[in-house]
């Protein structure tokens, strides 16, 4: 039995969100108020991601004097760019940004910045696909990024799109070695905090280190439930979980392989019934993990190769 990544990794795992907003951009709070909310709350770490333009004098918010023995952040910003299919404005989550981040020329498209942002060491995230109305093409534009967001709290709270794994299921399939994290995008104009975040696998709290694990894809997303272990044994997955009521495996086609019932705390499935059934032509070159409790909360865990990179 082979215990799989991020889960047979050493050290911990530390919770964080990597999408909020202050007084800098569009936030009702101010800076350190959004950081006490997130330590009060019981995060390891946290990004002001305040939105990268000129009318808010392109803000990368210092928070390094917010940093203590157990609480770090990260220094970040949510990057723009003109101008996706839908006619929006790219927003970019890029945690790790250098503080003296270039301004955005008036030519920089998104792809571009995107670059640049990895360039200077950022993990760079394809922020809430269906609030933006992001397509394929969308996706494919932005060659160099690490993630998609599959959940933004903000939108699922305030309209109904928090959800980006459609976008990522695709890119996937095309091959497209991206991982999945899930983030609040908070305002705290409206109930949309400490609804999605990641816990990031790591020895250690040091925002270099957190940055290079997400980077790696050393993290799965929550909101709520808890994932204990994740491993393989030939075609048997075995999870181990708190308490929920459905445990899914999906891929890159219509298979599902899945256990339900109430308050289950694991499972082991067979990965065989994936490339099983009426008229299906070709085997997913990876598969991922969906845990839902009663309440209707999930877990993700990033994709999963089949060829083990």
């Known amino acids: 039995m ?5 889960f047979s990794l050493p050290g911990r795992f530390w919770r964080g969100n990597l999408h909020s907003h202050s007084i800098l951009s569009d936030g009702v709070l101010q800076p350190d108020e959004v ?9 390891d770490f946290m990004m002001l991601s305040d939105h990268f333009l000129d009318i808010y004098n392109w803000p990368v918010a210092d928070t390094r004097r917010f ?10 910003s949510e990057l723009h760019a003109p101008e996706t299919r839908a006619g929006e404005l790219w927003h970019i989550v890029a945690a790790g940004l250098p503080l003296d981040f270039e301004p955005a020329a008036a030519t920089e498209t998104g792809t571009a910045i995107a670059r640049r942002a990895a360039a200077a060491g950022a993990f760079v995230g394809i922020a809430h696909p269906a609030w933006s109305q992001l397509t394929i093409e969308d996706g494919r534009a932005i060659d160099f990024a690490h993630a998609v967001e599959i959940y933004n709290h903000s939108c699922a709270v305030d309209c109904d799109r928090g959800d980006g794994w459609y976008l990522l299921d695709q890119l996937l399939t ?8 899930a983030t609040d995008d908070a305002h705290f104009r409206t109930d949309d905090h400490f609804g999605g975040w990641v816990q990031v696998k790591a020895q ?3 925002p270099e280190i957190l940055i290079e694990a997400l980077k790696q894809g050393h993290y799965y997303s929550s909101q709520g439930p808890v994932i204990h272990e994740l491993s393989l044994s ?3 997955l075995t999870i181990a979980c708190s308490p929920v009521d459905t445990i899914v495996v999906l891929c890159g086609h219509s298979r599902t392989v899945n256990r339900s019932g109430k308050a289950i705390t694991g499972a082991t499935l067979d990965l065989s019934k994936l ?9 997913s070159p990876w598969f991922r993990v969906s845990l839902i409790d009663h309440g209707g909360k999930r877990a993700w865990t990033n994709p999963i190769w089949r060829d083990g990179r």
Not at 2 to 6: M, R
Not at 35 to 43: F, Q
Not at 275 to 283: A, F, I, N, V
């Open 174 to 181: 095309e091959n497209r070695r991206l991982t999945a994290f």
């Open 275 to 283: 490339e099983k059934g009426w008229l299906l032509t070709k085997q």
């Open 35 to 43: 950081v006490e909310a997130y330590k009060d709350a019981g995060y």
């Open 67 to 76: 940093r203590s023995n157990n609480f770090t952040t990260i220094i970040g």
């Open 204 to 206: 250690s709290l040091e």
């Open 2 to 6: 082979t215990d799989l990544s991020p």
């Open 234 to 236: 030939g075609n048997e």
